[in-house]
């Protein structure tokens, strides 16, 4: 196999981290955002979206989408659990980690894609007032995942899952180029959360 990422990305950054949990070491090759590696005609041809990461199989075919991706290493390499012990657990796990991804990572994404101009080659046209109303909009569900953290130990419930790593991610992502720091905004359990998760092995992954 064959895995396509980028440095610095956050969407490269979860897989990396998922493989870093169970010690997965893959063949990798770097696509240059910058340099808008991931919109010339070889990788188009394996991703037609552009996007990394992609996991090339050693039957050619190219998997695309990063909880995909996921999936099918946690088929591959089952131990340590993060997906799932059973399709009840499964089914909660998925639910935060979408919950998550649709919510306070796009949030993000779209905050720092409309609003950063390090990113104006890649998001074309920007609009920076939708920009800043995701970054509101975003706060209001970190709240959310704030009140969420203070009931439980992790995002997911009573144990480190997909879901934590989505939510790191996201995290850091936003304390790098929104200079979002969720303790300075009242929101302490995330805080704590977010440096617990940070003192993990596998948080220097990607």
Avoid at 55 to 62: I, K, T, W
Wanted: aromatic content about 10%; charged content about 25%.
């Amino acid at each position: 196999m064959k895995l396509y990422t980028s440095a610095r990305a956050p969407n490269p950054r979860r897989v990396a981290m998922f493989m870093a949990e169970k010690g997965i070491t893959l063949d990798t090759q770097l696509i240059d955002l910058g340099k808008l590696e991931n919109r010339d005609p070889a990788f188009l041809a394996k991703n037609p979206f552009g996007r990394v990461p992609a996991l090339e199989l050693d039957d050619g075919r190219v998997l695309c989408e990063t909880r995909a991706i996921c999936s099918y290493l946690e088929g591959v390499y089952p131990e340590p659990n993060l997906m799932g012990e059973g399709f009840e657990e499964r089914a909660f796990i998925e639910m935060a980690d979408r919950r998550i991804e649709l919510h306070v990572f796009a949030g993000i994404a779209n905050c720092v894609r409309h609003t950063h101009p390090g990113l104006a080659a890649l998001e074309q046209p920007q609009f920076p007032d939708y920009g800043a109303a995701q970054g509101e909009k975003m706060r209001e569900w970190a709240r959310w995942l704030d009140q969420t953290l203070a009931a439980q130990p992790f995002v997911a419930g009573q144990r480190f899952t997909i879901a934590d790593i989505t939510a790191f991610c996201a995290m850091e992502f936003a304390r790098g180029l929104m200079k979002f720091r969720p303790g300075q905004e009242g929101m302490e359990h995330l805080q704590a959360w977010r440096d617990r998760m940070a003192e993990r092995p596998s948080a220097a992954a990607g």
